[in-house]
């Protein structure tokens, strides 16, 4: 199936999803309405591909008009959690099985229901946690909700109950498995699905020789599942039950053959219709058909980002709002964010300018707190003379 065939295979679903959540939805109604489109217009992917892309910043502008969010659930929706992202940004989780759609992309990294499931994902506000969770537990697999922590305690939990399959950051999977070697630990992970960092080549031979297999995944919070690997693992096959389209980043038209764009997503979902909804990442399409003989298409893997945001360490970290969080701080001349890789890890630090006769120690010490308890990042904070102008994050990693 070529991408232009995958995304023609929604046009069926068009119609009927988009009078049902325009009647559901005041926000969505109300998109449509600054468009000019009409619902029952709607009949097609390429009717729908008229509608602009819904941003990030877009989306978090909708909330802070509209409290949790923005206008787009529809009364009567049943929400079993409510998670916040950096923004910050609500997301409602419906009452459904498996809402994220995370199984198959977990089916095809070889996980079953005699697996053991080590989350490394948080469970404390932010969704990565249960959504991981709740993939897996359509598997029948047992979930062990290890989050990121005392990896002593991890380990020996790990050990204890017969942990077999790893879900979490590709780095946080190679700092457990050292830990587990320095520490005489045999650790039984025979599967890994990585996820919200990029798995460069070196990093993946490292883990495959440890692992008997890595497969790597990409999603977002608001949209859950938008393309895996299966066992070729050269690229990311979308889901079949989410429009994912790769879409010109200024004009928002669809790109099918293998031009770069930023990845739009749609989620035919009438309780909570987030209708091309744009991730901020860039990627392009495979268009050949992969060997496997799966019917989607492939992405070609995460290729940058179109806006300001940066991913650190599977949470992004928004210039902006870095700037409102920290404007006011008494004291503070100035600031810089700067992110390194070391040993395939992000390390985040923020370099600052104390004004005049400040103190030094203390205004760090505000600064580290302020950083953790809005950005919900843990950084060093360093004191240097004077600072650049331009951008207020300097990222210099490199993928090798």
């Not at 068009?14 to 049902?20: I, K, R």
């Not at 035919?268 to 909804?277: A, G």
């Amino acid at each position: 199936m070529t991408p232009e065939e995958y995304g023609r295979g929604f046009d069926q679903a068009v119609g009927p999803f988009v009078e049902a959540a325009a009647a559901k939805s005041t926000a969505f109604l109300g998109r449509l309405e600054s468009a000019g489109l009409v619902a029952d217009e709607m009949l097609t992917v390429r009717d729908l591909s008229r509608l602009p892309v819904l941003s990030k910043d877009d989306l978090l502008q909708l909330q802070i008009t509209e409290r949790p969010f923005g206008g787009l659930l529809a009364e009567g929706a049943d929400v079993r959690r409510v998670f916040q992202s950096p923004g910050p940004l609500y997301e409602p989780e419906l009452d459904r099985t498996d809402p994220w759609r995370w199984a198959p992309a977990l089916r095809a990294a070889g996980f079953g229901s005699n697996d053991i499931v080590f989350n490394a994902f948080g469970y404390h506000l932010s969704p990565a946690g249960a959504m991981f969770e709740e993939g897996a537990r359509a598997l029948g697999c047992a979930v062990l909700p290890g989050g990121v922590g005392n990896m002593d305690l991890q380990l020996q939990a790990c050990v204890d109950v017969g942990v077999t399959a790893f879900i979490g950051l590709p780095s946080y999977l190679k700092a457990l498995l050292e830990k587990a070697e320095d520490s005489g630990v045999d650790l039984q992970v025979q599967h890994a699905f990585v996820t919200a960092e990029p798995l460069p080549p070196s990093l993946r031979s490292w883990l495959e020789e440890r692992v008997s297999s890595v497969r790597q995944g990409y999603g977002t919070a608001e949209a859950g599942n938008l393309g895996y690997e299966c066992e070729r693992a050269e690229g990311l096959h979308v889901p079949d039950d989410a429009l994912v389209q790769v879409c010109d980043p200024i004009g928002g038209e669809p790109l099918w053959n293998g031009e770069e764009g930023q990845v739009v997503v749609t989620l035919f979902e009438e309780d909570y219709p987030l209708v091309r909804f744009g991730t901020g990442d860039l990627s392009r399409f495979i268009v050949e058909p992969c060997a496997c003989r799966r019917p989607t298409p492939r992405l070609a893997g995460w290729l940058g980002r179109v806006g300001d945001a940066v991913k650190v360490r599977g949470m992004f970290l928004h210039p902006a709002q870095a700037k409102r969080v920290l404007a006011e701080t008494p004291g503070l001349d100035s600031f810089r964010f700067v992110i390194d890789r070391v040993e395939h890890r992000d390390e985040l630090s923020c370099e600052i300018v104390p004004e005049e006769g400040i103190d030094e120690l203390a205004l760090s010490e505000a600064v580290k707190e302020k950083i953790r308890s809005s950005l919900r990042f843990r950084v060093d904070v360093r004191v240097v003379g004077d600072l650049p102008g331009g951008d207020i994050i300097d990222d210099r990693r490199t993928w090798e």
